[in-house]
């Protein structure tokens, strides 16, 4: 199993709704990130999550708050977005870095497409 | 201050011939570099890598060329095929234990039947 499953695929909702991600991954990866990416640009990190503790927050605005509740599971709770939150939202995992040890890629979900009206 | 560039914004190919997609980079503790495909809608799939050690790493129809003093690397596609047309990011990670990916803004490769 290669996957990273995202889900929903597809989310509208409005400024004053709370809606999550969902993300999951069956690799043994124990690193798990989430991206942003708008049209037209690359993907940009939001948090990393190492071991199931946040390691980076890329200064991401609370409105954003990320869950690891396990080694395969990773959440992205929303409330109270933006008209401009609107992206695809990438959840993606690897093994974790270790200096002069493993190399290995980062694997990618499908993505949650976004739209906050 | 972008630290992996991808100057040329689209190319377009060809079918059968070589698509060469560069990548320059300013960050010297960049260790570890990879490049994704992108398709509309989709997530990015990784496609090939290479170390910082070494200079070339090849898979099929994939070949990858690092230049460490130029800091520069490129995806060579050869033969190129249309199912290849696709947005190509280039993204490196540097070599703290955070495993941080910055990406390229990308390249539009279009191969042309």
């Known amino acids: 199993d290669t996957e990273v499953t995202q889900t929903p695929k597809h989310l509208v909702m409005g400024m004053t709704n709370k809606k999550s991600l969902k993300c999951e991954q069956h690799?043994?990866?124990?690193?798990m990130y989430w991206y942003k990416q708008k049209a037209k640009k690359p993907p940009e990190l939001m948090f990393v999550?190492?071991?199931?503790?946040?390691?980076i927050n890329e200064s991401v605005p609370s409105r954003f708050s990320p869950e690891c509740p396990n080694s395969s599971l990773l959440n992205l709770h929303l409330h109270a977005l933006q008209p401009e939150d609107s992206a695809l939202y990438l959840c993606?995992?690897?093994?974790?870095?270790?200096?002069?040890?493993?190399?290995?890629?980062?694997?990618f979900g499908q993505g949650t497409r976004l739209t906050v009206v | 201050d972008q630290q992996v560039k991808q100057n040329s914004p689209s190319l377009s190919v060809q079918e059968g011939r070589i698509s060469i997609l560069n990548c320059d980079y300013t960050?010297?503790?960049?260790?570890?570099f990879l490049w994704y495909k992108k398709y509309p809608a989709e997530g990015p799939t990784f496609l090939i890598s290479?170390?910082?050690?070494?200079d070339k790493n090849e898979d099929g129809r994939f070949t990858v060329f690092l230049n460490k003093s130029a800091k520069h690397l490129s995806l060579h596609i050869v033969p190129s095929q249309p199912g290849d047309s696709a947005v190509y990011f280039c993204?490196?990670?540097?070599?703290?234990?955070?495993?941080?990916?910055?990406f390229g803004k990308g390249i539009t490769l279009s191969v042309r039947p």
């Open positions: 960050n010297s503790m960049f260790d570890y």
């Open positions: 993606a995992s690897s093994h974790q870095h270790r200096t002069g040890g493993l190399n290995t890629e980062a694997f």
């Open positions: 993204a490196a990670r540097d070599t703290g234990a955070n495993s941080k990916l910055t």
């Open positions: 290479i170390s910082s050690i070494k």
């Open positions: 999550y190492s071991y199931e503790k946040l390691s």
């Open positions: 690799m043994g990866h124990r690193a």
